[in-house]
């Protein structure tokens, strides 16, 4: 069920802009797993560039990047998924450029990252299959399940249809090819 309240802000929106703020003072590189040799160039290239921009020009950048998810959540209200994989793309170059900065953009941002924001709710996943980490959750839009005890996002919760039990998506046992089934374990022990 979900109401007109239940809408990104945009309070979430400045804290997305603040970890990419940081992000771009100190970016992560050893970012994959199996590293390629134009990946190992590019990340020791990477750590030869002296990044500095002044908090005047981080703001800017900032701003420009909340300007620009102003805009996308007039139509996506309810999910924004932003990322970078080995460069930026429109909306972080735009804003990058917006510092009027003389370095390459290229080497600035964390490689493989993705970052989902919901409504009371960001999270990010730096570097190549990184974890997914928690960086905002308000706790009006968090409930427990009831299986591991810990405190997720609404949207990362379901209810198994027998039970009624409020249980996340890691412990449930949803079976999309039959997409109306939401059950948890000790109501479809058969499925272990
Ligand atoms: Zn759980
Ligand atoms: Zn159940």
Redesign the pocket.
């Known amino acids: 069920m979900e109401s007109d309240v239940y809408k990104i802000t945009e309070k979430e929106l400045i804290i997305a802009a603040k970890w990419w703020g940081e992000a771009i003072r100190s970016p992560r590189f050893e970012n994959d797993i199996n590293p390629t040799i134009a990946s190992v160039f590019a990340t020791l290239h990477a750590e030869e560039s002296h990044f500095s921009f002044t908090p005047e020009q981080i703001k800017i950048f900032q701003e420009k990047i909340i300007e620009n998810l102003k805009s996308r959540i007039k139509t996506s209200p309810r999910r924004i998924c932003i990322g970078i994989d080995y460069g930026p793309g429109k909306m972080f170059s735009e804003a990058f450029e917006a510092m009027n900065t003389r370095q390459n953009s290229s080497f600035c941002f964390p490689w493989k990252t993705n970052m989902w924001i919901k409504p009371g709710y960001v999270s990010v996943s730096c570097g190549y299959r990184a974890e997914i980490q928690d960086i905002y959750l308000n706790s009006d839009f968090t409930e427990k ?1 009831y ?2 005890s ?1 405190i997720k996002h609404k949207s990362s919760i379901t209810e198994c249809n027998i039970c009624k039990k409020k ?2 998506y ?2 449930s046992t949803i079976d999309y090819s039959k997409y109306d089934e939401s059950l948890c374990p000790k109501c479809n022990p058969n499925r272990f």
Do not use: G, R, V, Y
Request: include cysteine.
């Open positions: 399940c299986l591991c810990q249980i996340c890691t412990c």
